[in-house]
């Protein structure tokens, strides 16, 4: 492990390296946590999770698909289309099918 210190981009602050790393590895627990947020939201939180996973990301899972192509291939309206998009956004922001 790095010890010391190194200047954040932008500020006068000083963090410690083996605070940072700390902090990365609590972001990706965070996100790993998710899946139980979503089953204590909904029965099926965790199910909806991964279907819209599945739908917009890329085959590695790990970053956002072509939306322009996915909406194409759809053969679904402008209007239906951005329902379907708001309707995900909301899902994945509470972790759930509730507004």
């Not at 909904?42 to 991964?50: A, C, E, M, N, R």
């Not at 996973?53 to 053969?75: C, E, I, T």
């Amino acid at each position: 492990m790095h010890t010391g210190t190194f200047r954040a981009p932008g500020s006068g602050f000083f963090i410690d390296r083996p605070v940072d790393i700390s902090s990365a590895r609590v972001g990706k627990a965070s996100w790993a946590g998710g899946k139980i947020i979503a089953d204590q939201v909904s029965q099926f939180g965790v199910k909806l999770y991964d279907l819209l996973v599945a739908v917009f990301a890329n085959d590695d899972k790990k970053s956002l698909g072509d939306l322009v192509a996915l909406k194409s291939k759809s053969g679904i309206s402008d209007e239906q289309w951005t329902l379907v998009i708001e309707y995900a956004a909301q899902v994945l922001s509470n972790l759930g099918n509730y507004r």
